[in-house]
């Protein structure tokens, strides 16, 4: 799944009123954790097995330290 929780919370910590963003970050969690459910039940085999080239790009994603690009020093 392309989106990505850790993403979500980190800017969720930009609200400051703490009742706001622990209702609507208690949503977010609730239904990312029903889609993954979901998806799961949809499509058994991992990400991986069906669309490689996809899963790769969620990676880099996810993991930009990995790319190769990001790993060159700046000119």
């Known amino acids: 799944m392309s989106a990505n929780l850790d993403l979500m919370k980190r ?3 930009l609200v400051q009123d703490d ?3 622990e209702r609507f970050m208690g949503r977010i969690e609730n239904e990312w ?3 993954k459910q979901h998806l799961a039940r949809l499509f058994p085999e991992p990400i991986q097995a069906r669309r ?5 790009t969620l990676q880099l994603a ?3 330290s990995t790319h190769s690009i990001s790993n060159r020093s700046s000119c």
Not at 52 to 56: D, E, G, I, L, N
């Open 62 to 64: 996810n993991n930009p």
């Open 33 to 35: 954790t029903l889609a």
């Open 19 to 21: 009742s706001i963003r």
């Open 52 to 56: 490689s080239r996809y899963a790769k």
């Open 11 to 13: 800017y969720a910590s």
